[in-house]
Each structure stands twice: as structure tokens, then as C-alpha cells.
């Protein structure tokens, strides 16, 4: 996937979850199926996209990101919200709920 691709589907799509990851980032393969169970039950209409960042060093640097595991919510187009390697669901289900449903309801 290139960079273009990735800003094309960001604007297109109501929201994007980037998943930046790497191959021997034991963190990274321990979060990746909790974050696919909470956006695939609670927010189904965000698109999906992982990424190993060593093999997509553009995109990383695009989007500042210099560690993994890290993550990035698009809403609308626009950066929603950002973390790294601590993330809470919870907390993250609870940020992103009510602008989720305003948009798509």
C-alpha cells in the first residue's frame, strides 16, 4: 500500500483505523487482535489498516510514528485520535462512541 492509497481511503472512508506494527514487536502481535475484536463489534463502519512500519517507512514517517506498536484513528478525515503502546480499550471505546455514532447514525 502506498501513501497516496493510505490518504485516499483516510478521506473517503468514514473513519481509519492505522495500525502501525512491527515483525518482532511481541506488544504489537499481543494488541492487534484486541483492537480487531473492538472496532469489528463496536466500530464495524472504521476501516481496518495494518501496517508493518519497517516495510512502509514512508507512510510511518508521514504519520510521525517512531515506535510501535502505534495507532491512529481518522474521523471524518482528520486525526482523532493517537496512542502507543499502553493503550486501554476502554478508554478508547469511550472516546471514540459519541463521535462515532454522530457520524453515522
Not at 6 to 15: A, F, L, T
Not at 23 to 43: G, I, N, Q, W
Not at 57 to 68: G, K, L, R
Not at 77 to 104: A, C, D, H, I, N
Request: aromatic share 12%.
Amino acid at each position: 500500500m502506498t501513501l497516496e492509497e493510505v490518504q485516499n481511503i483516510i478521506r473517503e472512508e468514514v473513519g481509519v483505523l492505522l495500525y502501525f506494527s512491527g515483525e518482532r514487536c511481541s506488544v504489537c502481535h499481543a494488541l492487534r487482535p484486541k483492537f480487531k475484536e473492538l472496532f469489528d463489534e463496536e466500530f464495524p463502519l472504521i476501516r481496518q489498516i495494518y501496517l508493518d512500519a519497517h516495510e512502509n517507512p514512508e507512510i510511518s514517517a508521514h504519520y510521525q510514528v517512531f515506535s510501535v506498536p502505534t495507532m491512529l484513528v481518522f474521523l471524518d478525515g482528520r486525526e482523532f485520535v493517537r496512542e502507543g503502546r499502553t493503550v486501554s480499550m476502554y478508554q478508547l471505546s469511550e472516546q471514540l462512541t459519541r463521535p462515532y455514532k454522530m457520524m453515522t447514525e
